[in-house]
């Protein structure tokens, strides 16, 4: 089974308006954090934003903002205003405890900001 | 800038042969945690190393092998390479445990001709 889970392969916004990107996650550890990457075209791996399973407010980085609804087990990423340099691929991921804890990446969501 | 250092950033080379990829860790990072991005898997989880040790083991193949050096840089090292090898490989840093940040370096991006 999927541990994480993004439904939008692609998104179509236009500039200046709020976006909403989806992310499920599933999971049966208490503790474990939630990641949002964004991916240009150059291929880089840009951590934007963080959330604990402990954390009990909303994480918010600048412009980012995480949507974490724990008991639907839902991490959404919100980017309010969105600009042009926006455009790229956003991947949902999450890190379980324990000993092995590596980042579990969902399949990613293709944002496209029209000017 | 993560903070993360890896080379090459490119590297093109024929099937059949070997080559070696490194990563430098955020200054303090103990860990280094190795990921292939290709078309058709996405982003999988290959190894991990903690202070020198291995430490955890993903989807990697046996003609891979990875190991950390007493000044915390690793090396991944992939051999007998074939056409489906050719991907986006990245590592990462970062604290331990789940309620941690990892970080990733640029990525090498390798081409098997």
């Known amino acids: 089974a999927q541990k994480i889970t993004q439904t939008q392969p692609g998104m179509f916004v236009q500039e200046k308006e709020a976006v909403t990107l989806d992310c499920t996650y599933d999971t049966s550890d208490p503790s474990y954090g939630l990641f949002w990457y964004k991916q240009p075209s150059s291929g880089e791996m840009i951590f934007l934003i963080y959330q604990g399973s402990y954390d009990q407010q909303n994480a918010t980085e600048g412009r980012y903002s995480l949507n974490f609804q724990k008991a639907r087990k839902s991490a959404n990423l919100v980017i309010s205003a969105s600009q042009l340099g926006d455009s790229a691929m956003y991947f949902c991921?999450?890190?379980?405890?324990?000993?092995?804890?590596?980042?579990?990446f969902g399949k990613g969501t293709r944002l496209h900001i029209l000017p | 800038d993560s903070g993360v250092t890896q080379t090459p950033k490119h590297l093109i080379t024929a099937t059949g042969q070997r080559v070696t990829l490194r990563c430098s860790p955020r200054s303090g990072d103990l860990s280094v945690y190795w990921y292939q991005q290709s078309l058709d898997q996405g982003l999988q989880f290959l190894i991990q190393y903690y202070n020198g040790e291995e430490r955890a083991k993903g989807n990697i193949l046996e003609r891979f092998s990875a190991q950390q050096f007493p000044d915390l840089h690793s090396e991944l090292n992939l051999s007998s390479l074939e056409l489906g090898d050719s991907a986006l490989y990245f590592c990462?840093?970062?604290?331990?445990?789940?309620?941690?940040?990892?970080?990733f370096g640029p990525g090498t991006r390798l081409t098997v001709l």
């Open positions: 991921a999450m890190r379980e405890g324990g000993r092995d804890d590596k980042i579990i």
């Open positions: 990462a840093t970062g604290g331990q445990g789940a309620q941690s940040e990892q970080f």
